[in-house]
């Protein structure tokens, strides 16, 4: 099985593929590749050449692909559309399978390190999303249990997301909201390097991959993109007559 994974949700662009082997049910990797940039001039310009470079390396093509994975937000509206967008037209196309994984999510599990993290994306306002998970890397498996669920908040409310967590237990705080509020949240946890600023390829496939056994694949006809907060452009009111 050949998956491609992608995210669009931040400003930092990523895209991988990971092969695994069909004859073991364990999801044994044979091969991966990844890469992660800004996404300058943005998704829009430099998504699909990316995937196409990506998947060059490993002498794939997109109708090689038997799964998508991508990451479904929060995130920029732009960016989540320009995903979303791909994925579908992607599965249309080449026939693939298609599977939307939380952001925050998929930066909580990159974030290398065990315990409580807490991924959070500049949200823009002054405001970020934020989530709380416990990441695990037990007998070479990672595991990671949501603990506090997504919102959007401003950085002075990070502590109700560590209401009934105990002091003693230390907090790792990663993403780019953690980047642009580190004095706002310095006193909050520890502030993991900005390299966990975007999700990992690699670990988005993979996890794209246990939700895909578990749950099935996402329709495409009615899947959406995860925005949390309600986008800043609306469609004109019509003065009715």
Request: aromatic share 6%.
């Given at each position: 099985m050949l998956i491609l994974a992608f995210d669009t949700s931040t400003f930092q662009g990523s895209a991988g593929w990971v092969l695994i082997k069909d004859d073991t049910g364990d999801n044994q990797v044979e091969a991966f590749a990844k890469i992660s940039a800004p996404a300058k001039p943005g998704h829009a310009e430099t998504l699909l050449h990316r995937l196409g470079v990506i998947l060059e390396t490993?002498?794939?093509?997109?109708?090689?692909?038997?799964?998508?994975?991508?990451?479904?937000?929060?995130?920029?509206?732009?960016g989540l559309r320009i995903g979303i967008s791909t994925a579908k037209g992607i599965a249309a196309s080449c026939g693939a399978s298609i599977k939307g994984v939380p952001t925050l999510e998929a930066i909580a599990l990159g974030a290398g390190v065990d315990g409580l993290v807490a991924p959070l994306l500049d949200a823009g306002r002054g405001e970020i999303y934020a989530a709380m998970y416990r990441v695990?890397?037990?007998?070479?498996?990672?595991?990671?249990?949501?603990?506090?669920?997504?919102?959007?908040?401003?950085?002075?409310?990070?502590?109700?997301?560590?209401?009934?967590i105990s002091r003693e237990e230390p907090v790792y705080l990663t993403g780019s909201g953690a980047q642009k509020y580190r004095e706002d949240l310095a006193d909050m946890g520890v502030i993991l390097p900005l390299q966990t600023i975007a999700p990992d390829a690699y670990l988005l496939a993979?996890?794209?991959?246990?939700?895909?056994?578990?749950?099935?694949?996402?329709?495409?006809?009615?899947?959406?993109?995860?925005?949390?907060?309600?986008?800043?452009?609306?469609?004109?009111?019509?003065?009715?007559?």
């Open positions: 490993g002498g794939h093509e997109m109708k090689d692909v038997d799964l998508v994975v991508f990451g479904i937000g929060p995130g920029t509206f732009t695990s890397h037990k007998a070479g498996l990672l595991t990671c249990t949501m603990i506090s669920d997504e919102r959007v908040i401003s950085p002075s409310r990070f502590s109700d997301l560590t209401s009934g993979l996890r794209g991959l246990e939700l895909f056994k578990s749950d099935g694949p996402d329709d495409p006809m009615t899947l959406e993109p995860n925005y949390i907060r309600k986008p800043d452009a609306k469609l004109p009111i019509r003065n009715r007559q």
